[in-house]
């Protein structure tokens, strides 16, 4: 904590912020709808002494919403022989051991996360079980016309850059950087479908967020926009002729998100602005949807096999009797295109998977360079990391109150100017903090429909309608 921002951080007790909806409403559905998924996994096994297992995590789930809806202290967290029970536990004794709707919001979130884990952590037949498999693989499923309609373009994109190598006019070069920024706000906009904001998503409002016309429509409502430095730092170093030239990206969700960060990173590595791409997903479920490795396995498994994934029907489809449509052809052609791309550059070493419990600690990145040091010094060997999504925001900026005026490279303190790490926030707003902004633009926005207005809530921020593309040049 004494490495932290002084700017005060939000508190679940603030009644004008997303911190307060999220305790009061948001968490106790998350827990239900854990809840509910581990009930019908426990129902489906064979094993009873499994079944018992589960029947005891199932109690202790419900004991856990009791305690947030009825505003308990929280409690230590149990020693599962997790590296980081010690960091949440003095943090938490240093809070003074507050209550749930009494305390800065980015610990009692990850402290939610981190006790769901210990949960199944500390079971016998559960340990590995991530409760919120089946909602990630859904919303995959759900997002098929724009995973088909990124994979026709992906394909195009990677055979034109295979016959125009060699090519270095000015013309090519102008054309590879709004091919980046392209990609760039593909990735942004993958954010849309963060799964522990939108808990009830239908099909047709997950097509509404993704596809070519909606990132068009988009565009205008990228408050902070840096990307163009960004492909500058990145063609540099290329033409510089650096033999290694590392991206490193902080995942966030899995799903199409994942999918989306992975259209980057082909392309980054298949137009040469990168050699090495290093994904940084979670070691433990959390945040509902945020990447595990397991994650990236089981979307290579359906891009390997897409007519078994995408045209055998789901539960929900059985229940409402639906068959889903074949896939065409070229649906499959495509499909198959990136498997046998990711998959070779997953062989080649050219895209690799690092995780490091550091990303589901409770406190903000201005605690990295003292607590991993490791880690730290890694990153600064990578030309620019990219952290994907709200919480890597949240945890950038301390999830502080700062006038939303502030720089964002005063906002993210020792990962700053001289940090020697260049750092890209891709976030699509669904928290309060906000930072990079012109002076009056906040209010300019509040003033809109459903911007807040006068209530003294930051609305707009909450919606992921708004988005930032914040870099700072640490190098």
Known sequence: MELDTKTPPYLTSDKSSFAYVSARDRWPVIITQAIDDLYRSVSECDSREKQDDGKKIIEELARLKYEVQHDRKLTPIKDDGGVDVAIYNSELEQLGTPSWFNIPWLYCECYLYRRLHTSFSLSTHWKNYDVFSRQKIKTFRSSRPAVLELAARYRDLVTQMGHDKGKADIDHDEAQKILFLEMCEICLWGNATDLSLLTSLTYEDIQKLQGSEARKASEKNILVNDLEAVYDVLRKAKHAGKKERRVDIVLDNAGFELYVDLILAGYLLSSGLATVVVLHPKSIPWFVSDVLPADFAALLSALADPKRFYETPSDDDKLQDKTPSPLSDKDVVDMSFLFQEWAHMHAEGQLIMRSNRFWTHP??????????????????????????GDLNYRKLTGDAAWDPSTPFTEAIGPLGPNSGVNVLALRTCKADVVVGLKLGQDEEI???????????ARKWAWSGKWAVVSFSQGK
Do not use: H, M, N, Q
């Open 363 to 388: 406190g903000s990145y201005w605690r990295l360079p003292s607590v991993e040091p490791d880690l730290y010094e890694d990153l600064k060997t990578s030309e620019v990391v990219i952290f994907k």
């Open 446 to 456: 509040r003033a809109t429909e459903g911007g807040g207005g006068d209530s003294g």
